[in-house]
């Protein structure tokens, strides 16, 4: 979520509930609707208490997917590059089909699969160059042998992209279960509701509105906090960029530059295929 839209957010929120908490104030009975604040401030207690361990338990839920996506995302692009460096030993014009199809592979992975995995999708583009690359390195497979050198540190690489890949597309899959998200919209309507009933004509209005707006911006950014590690390739402020990618694909044009040979991508920018 963009950081002036949630700030709009907790802003339109705490002002409304503010706006809620005065009124009431007004037609609420002196020393307000509790016979006995004490008994009513340990039920608060208690509800404030749930909703925090809840709360606790699915951001802590919801950073490990964020973790993981992120680890993913650096061990394909760490793959991709060591790809491209073994891809320099192959044979005749193999070693240049295979550059081509790793640079093409990173660009359409920063173009065409990060916005997908917004929707947790995969990017049909990206699947067509991991068939090219998987071809490549069987036609020098069987031109060399299985056990050549380059061949087994192309297999390797592959298997680190391949699950990198399958990893973050995973983890872009995964949403945080529907009934968490109702369990925890619960736990705040009853924190929010339940602060309405301390309402009291006796009390200040400043202290009346700070109250109210005090644990609403709490509530309302914790919420907003958990949508963000929920969704880690949203596109948005706080999510998973495509640095690791980025970098990978600045490391493959020095290696490629300090070799002396250059490589042309059969790709346009978006990795996307130039047509015959």
């Known amino acids: 979520m963009p950081p002036l839209l949630a700030v709009g957010v907790i802003v339109a ?9 005065l009124w009431l104030r007004m037609h609420a009975p002196p020393g307000g609707r509790f016979s006995d604040s004490d008994r009513a401030s340990g039920i608060f207690g208690f509800l404030g208490a749930g909703f925090v361990i809840l709360l606790g338990f699915v951001i ?43 640079l093409c592979y990173a660009k359409s992975v920063i173009s065409q699969e990060w916005p997908a995995l917004s929707n947790g999708e995969r990017s049909p583009v990206t699947e067509d160059w991991t068939v090219w690359l998987d071809d490549v390195g069987v036609e020098e497979q069987q031109a060399t042998s299985p ?46 509701g339940w602060v309405l009933l301390y309402a009291d ?3 200040g209005w400043l202290a009346q509105a700070s109250m109210m707006g005090g644990v609403t911006v709490l509530v309302v950014a914790a919420l907003l906090a958990v949508q963000v590690l929920a969704v880690p390739f949203s596109g948005q402020s706080g999510s998973i ?12 044009d020095q290696f490629a530059k300090a070799e002396g040979v250059p490589v042309k991508p059969p790709c346009d920018a978006a990795g996307v295929p130039l047509k015959d």
């Not at 929120?13 to 908490?21: E, L, P, Q, R």
């Not at 960029?241 to 493959?252: F, I, N, P, R």
């Open 60 to 102: 802590f839920l919801s950073f490990g997917t964020y973790e993981s996506a992120a680890n993913r995302a650096d061990e394909e692009a760490a793959a991709v590059v060591a790809q491209f460096r073994s891809a320099a030993d192959f044979g005749g014009d193999r070693a240049d089909a295979a550059q081509g199809g790793l």
């Open 201 to 203: 004509p006796k009390e």
């Open 13 to 21: 929120s705490t002002a409304v509930m503010v706006a809620i908490m």
């Open 241 to 252: 960029d495509t640095s690791s990618m980025d970098y990978a694909l600045v490391q493959m």
């Open 147 to 192: 056990g050549a050198e380059p061949v087994k540190a192309w297999w390797a690489s592959t298997n680190e992209r391949n699950l990198g890949r399958s990893g973050r597309v995973l983890v872009a899959e995964g949403q945080i279960p529907t009934l968490l998200w109702a369990l925890l919209v619960i736990g705040a309507i009853l924190v929010v």
